[in-house]
């Protein structure tokens, strides 16, 4: 029994940057703005969550700043689709190109070269009194760094302002129908530019959980495709947080159980073991793009003034 | 998702422009992109405490200063144009093969099987057989993703990007079990045979003969996408889908070859890489060439007649970078950042040279 106590604390502990990433893809992409990037800000937002951290001492100015980079890349991708009409995905590319080019080149600058891989602190655990003496759930669910109790508040919190507010109604309606939400007064730029920045922080703060709480270290490849799986699951999981919860525990419990696998020396290769989050990704998706609900919007550019949409 | 991504470059020119001038006005943006690009980061640089002049100086006489730099520009102008290619063509129906390492790594893998098993095996015969494993193996690869795409409408972004990670550990189970070389260092196949190494040209140091067929490759698919009934189908179903439907395309059934052809590409780029570079598959063989791939479909506007020359410039920044990092110490990821730059800059000026054709007219 603890044993799988000790697994499913893993298992939310490694849930934590898919749910951020994927709610922060899902916030954007409910007023219309698909994001391409997140790969790229996940590592910019790793590089500087890490490089701050070490430079000041202190994790939470580390993930602040990050937050605040992956608003600016988030706020970029909003202005250049609503203001300037640009075609989401190459401004999206193109932004994912120039956030894996700083976080490789800040952390160059700062570190240099050199052999040794300095470290950081990783986020301490905080118990919660009373709750994390539970036998096995405790364990499970209420012993964790503080940035595990914020992501879980944000999903719920996601979940009330999107389905139980008129602001999140307003907002879900910029998506699936701009030109009905305009002709209603509810203004789709200015939904669509603050969901888009909201979006890039939490993505980049899905980045920096990497170094700050799972390895005390950075490295190029820290993110290891997180970014794009974050899109998937957030498709896996119809652009809703309480299924993205879901999907994001399925995807961790992937990593984990691919992990432990290696660790407890089952006779198949590894490598088969590695591949089994991606192909079964893959196989949930062929189901999930039967079910799941996309905004009707997503990844298209409103004109006030074209007469086809 | 919409449709047009970039803008056309056939767009018909008003009668009265002549041939040179139309040139001039498409070549603008470029220059400047690449001025505004080159003047961002020189900022940067200099901010940076390096030397600005020496770093740019090192980034674009690196190739032509020296003959063995001008061969590793033309060396990594094949995979890069290949993979390029291979992006541009789907891209052309509107769908993003983001999944062209992958297609690299795989078709690699099956070129070195083929050398390693077969490595007896005459030139004459060998050759060939590696290069079509890497090819069909690329076409599988991607095929798998067309197939979902097609059938189940799983979206192609993701699952190309998905089977990116599984041809990872394909690699890894070749290059570590299946024909491990303990004696490489890295996580390497064994080296393939004699007669699956691609002849060099003009050497040395000289370029492999890999070059030609990226050559002929990259002036078939301008040939094919402009001069064939097949290319108006893939131009027409991706300018407008609903209306290339109506006059009896198969929209789905032009996209889901498309990406297959382009996956091909990916797979001939990681044979030619096996035969011409490495003489085996290596794990990280596939450095930077997806995104540098992407990045020059995109600036070549979807352009299967421009994407040879965008890659060379590409190939030229890269090659120049690694000099730059060891000479000036600026590190090579601020060429990255010049390319990007570059991207986004020529987007903003067609955002510009859009506002001003309206006030003109």
Redesign the interface.
Known sequence: MTEFAALAQLTVVAMVPYLLASLGTMLGGLTGVFS?SQEGVMLLGAAIGFLVSYGTGSTTIGILLAAGTGAVFGAALGW?TTV?R??????G???F??A???A??LY??VIGQGATTPRVDTLPRVEIPLLSDIPVLGTALFSHNVLVYLAALLAVGAWFFLYRTRAGLDLRSVGENPKAADSLGIPVVRNRLWTATAGGALMAVAGAYLPLVYTGTYTDSIVG?RG??A??LT?FGGWRPQFIVLGALFFAAMDVVALRAEVAGIDI?S??L??VP??A??LV??FA??WARVPEF????YDRESRTT | ??AP??TDTDAPAPATERPAVRLLRGLLPYVLALVLAFVVSGVVIAA?GYDVVEAYRTIVTTSFRTGFGFTETLTKWVPLTLLALGFTIPLAVGR?NIGGEGQLLVGATAAAGVGIVYADLPTAVLLPLVVLAGVLSGAVWAGIAAF?MGR????E???T??????SF??L??AAT?VWSDPAAGVAATQRVGEGAELPVLGGPPGVHAGIVLALLVAAATTVVTRRTAAGFELRAAGANPRAAAINGIRVEKVAVVALVVGGALGGLAGALEVGGVHGRAIEGMQSNFL?LG??IG?IARGSALWVPVVAFGIAILEVGASSMQRTVGV?A?????I???I??FL??S??IAGRLARRVT
């Open positions: 391409v250049a300037l640009l075609d989401q995905f190459v401004v590319l193109a932004l190109f120039a894996t080019g700083l490789g080149l160059r600058i495709g794009w799986l899109i998937a498709f290769p490598q088969v590695l591949v991606y192909v990704t893959l998706m062929v793009f039967r997503l990844g298209r550019n | 998702m919409s991504v970039l940076l993003f979902l189940f409408r799983v979206n972004i993701l699952s990007v998905l089977l990116n990670f599984v550990q394909v890894d189970y079990e995104l992407i990045i995109l590190p990821e601020m060429v990255l950042i390319e990007a730059l991207l986004i987007l903003l067609d955002v």
